[in-house]
């Protein structure tokens, strides 16, 4: 199926005289006819669900929807993207490991790895997207795990050269794993450029009615995980399972789900499964109109005296552009476009505080046109340093536009432009 039949009928199939839409199985529990059936589904020699913390079929449905939309043999859903980018970390890192992060990651993102990572002895290495492919290898040693990216940053816009990252990493034998929130599986499939693992927030464009908090972990089921001890040697608290030998390229996703989720329990419940499900269904409709209205509204702020610069990669002399047009489907760069208005951060706080369709939200990529200021924000807790380093000025203004009628957000930004 192509990606946007995916979108609307992927992961659910109504047999006869069920259910058209995919249901809501709001239930902790399944019943067996006997307990040799349930101690199968224990040993995984049987499929099946068992408890809703590690398996759900509303879940699963919406699981299978977005492994197949990413390209991927496998997926898990988590109760939140923080959950899935520390889930798709601590499945391959134990304590005494570092690996290998872009520094433009988002704000919460940079906090759970060079914060709370740290106190579980695990080092993040902050890498820059200037920095060549030599320095980077300096910082990679036999206790190296993975390199963590984002397709598109958020908030800075950049777009990653994930063909260059992957040949990286696997010349040093560590996959790559992919933030692809932003950009979605409708405008990017980092898979079929050589990323081995793609988590997603979904409370971002997937839901897309900012109705629901939730994250994603895809395996591509491509990676050779057998110098990695916690995935090719027997699993002691799961009786002597061998992830790569019993799971062949579901090892990685297996062990996330019945060693992690089963301990950590950052379970999605069934009904947030329903509702991004309900988003998945338009994805492929919203991603365009996002995108189209960002680069209108990212060519007006060009052409304003009180805006300073505009970052979106669609632009032609953005400097990302050259890649958006490699990696983004036919250059479409998605909703978000940061910029900086003159008269600095005061400059920024007055047109945000005069936008009247457009409101100021912490979120960003829903259908509803927001806007935020980072520094004083998402990014708060970052240091001058690091702000600097995830390319957030004091000026700098994220505008996440919707898919309302462009000519009203236009003349929303055109009456704040003029408060400046
Ligand atoms: C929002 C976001 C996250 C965190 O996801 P939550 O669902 O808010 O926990 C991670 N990565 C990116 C790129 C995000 O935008």
Not at 80 to 87: E, F, N, R
Request: glycine letters at 8%.
């Amino acid at each position: 199926m192509e990606k946007e039949t995916i979108c609307v009928q992927g992961g659910y199939e109504s047999k006869n005289g069920e259910p058209r839409v995919l249901p809501i199985y709001q239930s902790t529990t399944y019943s067996y006819d006997s307990s040799e059936e349930l101690a199968k589904l224990f040993d995984l020699s049987k499929d099946g669900h068992m408890y809703s913390r590690i398996s759900n079929p509303t879940v699963a449905a919406v699981e299978k929807k977005v492994a197949a939309l990413e390209g991927g043999v496998g997926a898990m859903m988590t109760s939140s993207g923080q959950a899935a980018s520390l889930i798709s970390v601590l499945n391959i890192t134990s304590s005494g490991d570092n690996f290998i992060c872009f520094s433009n990651l988002y704000g919460g993102t940079t906090n759970l790895f060079a914060v709370t990572l740290k106190k579980l002895g695990i080092e993040a290495r902050f890498v820059s997207l200037e920095d060549s492919d030599e320095d980077i290898e300096k910082l990679i040693d036999e206790k190296t795990t993975l390199i963590f990216a984002e397709t598109i940053s958020n908030p800075s816009l950049e777009v990653l050269d994930i063909e260059r990252y992957a040949k990286l990493a696997h010349k040093n034998g560590i996959p790559l794993i992919v933030d692809n929130t932003f950009a979605t599986p409708m405008l990017c499939r980092p898979f079929e450029w050589g990323a081995d693992i793609v988590v997603h927030s979904t409370s971002k464009y997937m839901d897309g009615h900012a109705e629901v908090v939730g994250g994603m972990i895809v395996d591509s089921g491509k990676f050779d995980w057998s110098k990695y001890k916690g995935l090719s040697e027997p699993d002691e608290s799961y009786h002597g399972v061998t992830y790569t030998k019993d799971f062949k390229e579901l090892a990685y996703i297996t062990k996330a789900r019945v060693q992690l989720m089963r301990d950590l329990g950052s379970t999605p419940s069934p009904f947030s499964a329903f509702l991004l499900n309900n988003g998945l269904e338009t994805l492929h409709l919203r991603m365009l109109r996002h995108s189209e209205n960002a680069l209108a509204v990212a060519k007006h702020l060009k052409e304003s005296k009180k805006v300073s610069w505009v970052n979106y990669p669609g632009l032609e002399d953005d400097k990302y552009h050259v890649l958006a047009n490699k990696y983004l489907d036919n250059g479409l760069s998605s909703g978000v476009v940061s910029f900086g208005t003159i008269n600095g951060k005061e400059g920024a706080t007055r047109f945000m505080d005069s936008l009247k369709l457009a409101k100021i939200c912490v979120h960003v990529a829903d259908l509803r046109t927001c806007v935020l200021h980072p520094a004083s924000t998402t990014h708060r807790q970052l240091t001058d340093e690091q702000l600097e380093s995830a390319g957030v000025k004091p000026e700098f203004i994220r505008f996440s536009t919707g898919i309302e009628n462009i000519n009203d957000i236009l003349s929303d930004i055109d009456q704040a432009l003029e408060k400046v």
